[in-house]
Every structure is written in structure tokens, then in C-alpha cells.
């Protein structure tokens, strides 16, 4: 099955940026809608932005739009996503998902195992 597995997490300041990777193994991303995701500690999952494999249609949360950019490389089979100008309430796991729609994570069949980001001074 689809192999998901994330990088490029780690600590950043306020007002920093982080470019998050997901790269696929076994089958070829471009096959699949794609999303970001993430999770705090005592909080539910929540979709981030995803990417749809038909049109490339891309959806943001309200809280990430104007500073947060989805993309994929397909020659790389990765997907990407760009934070710019993060906040400390940002710091969570962030998951790659794919074969899902638009922010819905429940929709999601497969899934990294998760990065840790930590938005702090």
C-alpha cells in the first residue's frame, strides 16, 4: 500500500518558517488527493490544506491562508507545504494523508506517522 512519510519538522520561532516534505513510496502520489494535517496535544486533528489530484484544486484552513503554501514535485513523488509567519499555537504533529478529500481527515486512507513542530521563542 501507499507509504507516506514526512519531513523538515523541528523548533522555529514565531514569526519563522518551516517547509514541510512528504514523500510517497510504493505507489505514485499524483494518483491521489493530498492534505496536511495536524494535531495538538488535547485536541482534534484538524486539515491544514490539501491538493486534489484531478484539477490541483487547493483548500487552506481560514487560520493558514496568505501564509501557508501547498505544492507537489512530481518527478520527487513529494508534496510539500511552506509556513510562513508561524504562531506558537502552530506547534503540533503535522500528518501527510492522501486518497482523501479536501480538510476532511476522516476521509483519509493513508497517513504519515507524524512530525513535530514546535513554534517557540
Known amino acids: 500500500q501507499l507509504q507516506l512519510v514526512e519531513s523538515g519538522g523541528g523548533l522555529v520561532q514565531p514569526g519563522g518558517s518551516l517547509r514541510l516534505s512528504c514523500t510517497a513510496f510504493?505507489?505514485?502520489?499524483?494518483?491521489?488527493?493530498i492534505g496536511w494535517f495536524r494535531q495538538a496535544p488535547g485536541k482534534e486533528r484538524e486539515g491544514v490544506s490539501s491538493?486534489?489530484?484531478?484539477?490541483?484544486?487547493?483548500f487552506y484552513s481560514d487560520s493558514v491562508k496568505g501564509r501557508f503554501t501547498i505544492f507537489r514535485d512530481n518527478a520527487k513523488n513529494a508534496l510539500y507545504l511552506q509556513m510562513n509567519n508561524l504562531k506558537p499555537e502552530e506547534s503540533a504533529v503535522y500528518y501527510c494523508?492522501?486518497?482523501?478529500?479536501?480538510?476532511?481527515?476522516?476521509?483519509?486512507?493513508?497517513w504519515g506517522q507524524g512530525i513535530q513542530v514546535t513554534v517557540s521563542s
Open positions: 491538493l486534489s489530484r484531478r484539477d490541483e484544486t487547493t
Open positions: 494523508a492522501a486518497d482523501g478529500y479536501a480538510l476532511n481527515p476522516w476521509a483519509y486512507t493513508y
Open positions: 510504493r505507489y505514485t502520489l499524483n494518483d491521489y488527493n
